[in-house]
Each structure stands twice: as C-alpha cells, then as structure tokens.
C-alpha cells in the first residue's frame, strides 16, 4: 500500500457513519404520512364526500383568514390570525371530540388518531410560528395548507367509519 | 427551509422509549410517535448514505423522506429479520438509486456506454483544490464512480451486490472503482 492509498483508508476510516441534515425532515415526512393512516387504511373506506366537505371548510377557513389578512393590508396578519394559542386549542378540542364519538373504533386506535392529530397540530403550529417571521415563505404556507388537508382528510375518515357503522346499524 | 431547524419534538412524544422491534411493531399498528421515534434514531445514517450517494444535500433530503415514507408503507412486510436500521437504510440505498435511474432515463442517457458515462467528468474539471476532506471530494465524482465507491468503499457491497443494485456489469463497477480511487487520490493529494 502507497502513501496515497494509507491516506484514503484514513480518510474512509474517520468518515462519521451518521450525519444529520441540515433541516428536521420529521414535518414533511409526518405531513406525506399522515396523508393515507396506514394503520387504519384497511378499516375505512375513505369517504370523498365527507372528505371534500371537511377539506372544503378547511379551505374556507383558510382561505377567510388569508382574505381578513389582505384586508388589513397587513400580510402577517396570516400568521398571526391563525396562530394564536386559543385558535389551535379549539381546533383540538374540535379533532379530539369528533375522534371520541367514533364509538366504533377501539379506544387504542382512537388514542393513535389523536396522537397523530396532535402531531399534525404541532407541526401546524411550529410552521405558524416560522411565519410569524416569514410570512410570505411560499413553501411555509404550502407546508401548512398541506397539514390543515391532512388533519382535515384523518377527521373525515373519522367521521366516515362511523357514519357507515351508524347505517349499517340501520338497516 | 430555515424554520424547520428549530422545531422541536412535541411534548407528546415520549423520548427514546422502547427499542427497535417494539417501536416498529407500534409503528405497523400505525403509531406514529413510535415511528417519529425511530426516524429519530436513524436519520443520520440515512441521511448520511444519502448524501454521499447523491452528491447533493437536497436531493439527499428529498431520498431520506422518501426512504421514510417507504418504510411506513412497507412495515407490514417488515419481518424483523434484520434490525430496522438495516432494512431502512437498504430502503435507502435503493430509493437513491431509483431515483438515479429514473433521471437517466429521462435524460435519456440509457443509450450512453458505461464508458462514456466513465469519462464524463475528466479528472481535473471539478477540482476541489486544496484543504477538502474526504466527504467533498467524494461529492466532486463523477455520479457513477461516486456510487460504485460509496457502495463498495463505505458501505461494504461487494461488486456482484452492486451490478445487481445498478444494473451496471461487474466490470463496469470494478472500473468505475478504480477511476473514482484514483481521482479521490489525486484530490487528496493536491
């Protein structure tokens, strides 16, 4: 072995076997997740009609703040409308008491959806407070219209199981 | 995205709880604390094969969420007959290469020789100069050469393993070796 093939096998000998990135990928990797729960995939047939309706508010709701933003004529009014502390407490105060009315679904899966929910909260949350001092970062308001989706397509799910469990109870 | 550095794990996740077997059979229930967990765990090595695979910290990133999304898509086929490091990281290598493989294609470079390929980038073009360590300059290859020595000097394939990775001929692997050798030598040495 020459001096340059010791001195590459140093070289690969001292390279770190981990490196972190330079972002936490845990919120887009959360976000593209929690898009299709497989856990529960099986159970549901996802429901587009309530889907779209629960994506549709959210939607509205999204889109009310953004216009209540803009007519302010302040564009950091976005973060900030959305992003208070009493806002996000009702919306999980909202997500937690549609998942416990789904009666049908065992306790331990309703715990999981509510800890994924709250996941995708605080995701919602971190991201609303990033653009509190950012607030025209397209891939933020991107990133978080995505969470608002997400939440909103789990609920629906949510609500569908148990939707179907009440007619078929029915007939 | 600057902002994504200061988040935090939320308060709800319960830190290091468990070991790999059980976080990732709560993570098959569709736990994804659990899952959040072990993603922790592994990232950085994820990550870092990633890197060196694809040269770029974007595209590094992009394949490290894909490897992840994967692997939550597939821990129903995840036996445990390897550790989950293992099995993630393989899924890792993997997406990298697929990835690479869908941009020749689509750059239609599958018509280019192996040899052409091996040539592409002389020696000399991408310099690094002086003072650079040993991740710069294995960033600075040529794509080919750059995965067949990360494979084969890092990560310990043998190269049968990567003609069956990257569909390259045994000899083409052994060539793209030598070549990615003698540049990192070079650059070592400068």
Known sequence: MNASDDKLQKALGRLPRDIKPAHDLWPGIAARIARRPRAVRSLWAYGMAASLLVAVVAGSLWMGFGRQAADSGNTGAVASGVGDNAYFAQRAAFAES?????TNLSPATRAVILRNLRIIESSMQQIQQALESDPNNPRLRA???DLYQNESRLLAATQQVQAETNQRNDL | MQTATAMELPDSIPQAAGDDSALSLRAREGDMAAFEQLYRRYCGRVYAVCLRLAGNPT????????????????LGKFRGDSSFGTWVHRIAVNTVLERRRTQLRQAAWVTVKDDEILESVPAGESDPGHGLDLEECIASLPPAARMVFVLFDVEGHSHEEIAALTGLAVGTSKAHLHRARQLLRARLEA
């Open chain 1, 98 to 102: 549609t998942v416990q009315k789904a």
């Open chain 1, 143 to 145: 990133l978080l219209y």
């Open chain 2, 59 to 74: 595209l590094a990133e992009e394949s490290t969420q894909d490897a992840f999304v994967k692997a939550w898509e597939s």
